[in-house]
């Protein structure tokens, strides 16, 4: 038994919780807003974010971080991206030396274009730093579906520690090194979920879709070896893998709110509709201030901030795309 507390009960944090409590761990929730802990007490349920999925018995909840942290084997940091450095920073008096954390979270910061993993290890440089990630939604984690996931560490020992402690007959967890990778592409498919929403609140089909998919997993391809990660892990289930699930899902967040945009409301009117953070606004400029960093070309995610922060209409962006100059699908592939 491994004793774990889960910082943020959002409704990855909790569906986490329910699969590492079945696992027979000592589970721990903690969240700062006092209604939300006394909700969960009382309902066993995240009734507003993760409605039907009920808690095991044995499962805490405290909004007092400190508690949370002292004597936990482990700490799964879920908080929404842009509480990510926040929350960090309260919690780095409690970690201890070597204490491991694991980043659950999706995104990249706007302002210094860091992955998540780089400001938690930034702000608690004294901790053990993995991460998880994969085509995994909350709803159907809490479902106990078939998911996978891939955990990321520096090493192999911490990667295995974290795969046994999640793993379970429903929860596969592979290891990789390539941290980077995963967090690359955990953070940018929700961009091009948002592009792919887009698409569908303009009506259109499936081959656009496909189409989104596929080049969209090229832009992050492209940005992935640029930056160092490896290119079989953008081909995985935290590149590809979770691109499709975002894409296509209807439990996905930036998908929906990709086509609510599609269909003529405002970036506030639609995160506002759909009630939950949309992690892809967040990482799409950070991710066009990465495009020009390292020189890579990302004109779908060039597009989709356009029209999220230029008052471009989707049509037009969509148009644009399709109009760009005649290319080579592989550059790199040659003719005899």
Not at 51 to 60: C, F, H, M, N, T
Not at 65 to 89: H, M, N, Q, Y
């Amino acid at each position: 038994m491994v004793k774990v507390s889960i910082i943020g009960a959002g409704s990855w944090g909790t569906a986490l919780a329910s699969v590492l409590s079945h696992n027979g761990h000592e589970v721990t929730i903690w969240s700062v807003i006092e209604e939300e802990i006394t909700m969960l007490e009382e309902k066993r349920e995240h009734v507003t974010k993760l409605p039907g999925v009920k808690l095991a018995e044995s499962i805490q909840f405290t909004t007092n971080l400190a508690s949370a942290i002292e004597g936990r084997d482990l700490l799964v940091l879920a908080v929404p991206s842009v509480f990510t450095r926040s929350t960090a920073k309260d919690m780095q008096p409690f970690v201890k030396e070597g204490q491991l954390i694991v980043n659950v979270a999706k995104g990249i910061e706007e302002k210094t274009l860091m992955v998540l993993s780089d400001i938690v290890e930034e702000e608690i440089p004294q901790a053990r730093v993995a991460v998880l990630s994969g085509p995994s939604h909350a709803e159907e984690v809490g479902r106990r579906l078939p998911t996978t996931c891939v955990a990321g560490a520096k090493t192999r020992e911490t990667a295995e520690f974290v795969q046994n402690v999640f793993m379970n007959d429903v929860f596969r967890v592979y290891t990789s090194p390539d941290m980077i990778g995963i967090e690359l592409g955990g953070a940018l498919k929700n961009v091009i979920a948002l592009a792919a929403g887009m698409a569908d609140g303009l009506g259109y089909g499936d081959n656009t879709k496909a189409a989104l998919i596929t080049r969209g997993i090229t832009e992050i391809g492209r940005l992935a070896l640029a930056m160092g990660a490896k290119y079989e892990t953008i081909s995985g289930l935290t590149g590809i893998g979770d691109l499709i699930v975002t894409c296509a899902s209807r439990h996905s967040r930036n998908r929906k709110a990709g086509m609510l945009i599609g269909q003529g409301k405002t970036m506030e009117e639609a995160t506002e509709e759909v009630q939950m953070v949309v992690e892809g606004i967040y990482s799409a400029k950070a991710a066009m201030g990465l495009s020009e960093k390292y020189q890579v070309p990302m004109p779908i995610i060039e597009q989709v901030n356009l029209v999220l922060f230029h008052d471009k209409p989707v049509g037009e962006a969509v148009q644009e795309l399709m109009l760009r100059d005649r290319k080579s699908e592989h550059e790199q592939s040659k003719w005899d």
